[in-house]
Nanobody, 125 residues
């Protein structure tokens, strides 16, 4: 079992930045691929970004490409999502998710087994 806890959300003005953290406990996190997702009120949850277990590969949704950066520090069992140039349409609850995937540099948009409780990000115009 892996437990995930997100933090770093908050209220920010359009054009501002936030850094979300996803702290893991319970297993060796370095063997897990991690993704970030978000869900806005009345909308389906959507993929935001993913990072391979080593951190060597990343993948982003078109809507955040060039503005968001995902990274990880396996020594700290933590994955980060740096969000710059935030827009009101980025407002959502952001979730991190993990899946055991040690054999490749895969970045996954689906198939995650473990989820955090989410952190609210609100971008005002």
């Amino acid at each position: 079992q892996v437990q995930l806890v997100e933090s770093g959300g908050g209220l920010v003005q359009a054009g501002g930045s936030l850094r979300l953290s996803c702290a893991a406990s319970g297993r060796t996190f370095s063997s897990y691929a991690v993704g970030w997702f978000r869900q806005a009120p009345g909308k389906e949850r959507e993929f935001v970004a993913a990072i391979s277990w080593s951190g060597g590969n990343t993948y982003y949704a078109d809507s955040v490409q060039g503005r968001f950066t995902v990274s990880r520090d396996n020594a700290k069992n933590t994955v980060y999502l740096q969000m710059n140039s935030l827009k009101p349409e980025d407002t959502a609850v952001y979730y991190c998710a993990a899946v055991y995937h040690p054999a490749s540099g895969a970045t996954l948009t689906t198939g995650y087994d473990y989820w955090g409780q989410g952190t609210q990000v609100t971008v005002s115009s």
